[in-house]
C-alpha cells in the first residue's frame, strides 16, 4: 500500500491527506472524481484523484501523493505536470483548484513551483485548508 511517510502505519487517514483506499471509495460513491495510478516506468509510485469539486464549483485535483519511498526525485513534480496537462486536455478548462493541510510545506512549495497560487479562500473540513488556483489559459 502507497503512504506518503515512513512513519505511519496503514490508515483511512494519514497525518496530512486522506488514504488511497479512502480516495477510491469516495470516489465510486461520490461519481464525480478521477482517480490514477502514478507510475514510474514499471513502479507504482503515487496515486491522484481529481474532477469537478461541486463545494469550489471548479475543477479540482482532490488528491497527489507520491509514496514515501519514491519522495525527493523529482517524481512529485514530473507527476503533477502531467496530471495538469491530463485536467487540462480531459476537462477544457481554465483553472485548477486545490487544497492541502496547512502544515504541509513541502505540498506548499511543489504546489508553488508548477505555478499555484493562494486564493486567499478556505475550505473548511477535519483542518481549514488553504485553496490555491492555478490559470491554465
Known amino acids: ?7 505511519q502505519a496503514n490508515k483511512i487517514f494519514e497525518k496530512n491527506i486522506a488514504s488511497n483506499c479512502f480516495s477510491l ?12 495510478a502514478i507510475y514510474y516506468n514499471e513502479t507504482l ?5 481529481y474532477g469537478y469539486s461541486e463545494e469550489l464549483q471548479g475543477y479540482e485535483i482532490c488528491r497527489f501523493m507520491i509514496d514515501f519511498n519514491h ?3 523529482g517524481y512529485g513534480k514530473e507527476g503533477l505536470n502531467l ?16 487544497s492541502f493541510h ?14 499555484f497560487q493562494n ?7 477535519f483542518v481549514d485548508e488553504h485553496i490555491y488556483s492555478l490559470k491554465t489559459k
Open 1 to 7: 500500500m502507497l503512504r506518503s511517510a515512513n512513519d
Open 25 to 36: 471509495a469516495q470516489s465510486s460513491i461520490e461519481g464525480n472524481w478521477v482517480t490514477k
Open 45 to 49: 509510485i503515487g496515486f491522484t484523484m
Open 71 to 73: 519522495q525527493g526525485k
Open 83 to 98: 496530471v495538469i496537462q491530463e485536467i487540462v486536455n480531459h476537462f477544457k478548462c481554465e483553472e485548477i483548484l486545490l
Open 102 to 115: 496547512p502544515e504541509n510545506e513541502t505540498a506548499k512549495k511543489l504546489y508553488e513551483s508548477v505555478g
Open 119 to 125: 486564493t486567499g479562500r478556505v475550505v473548511k473540513g
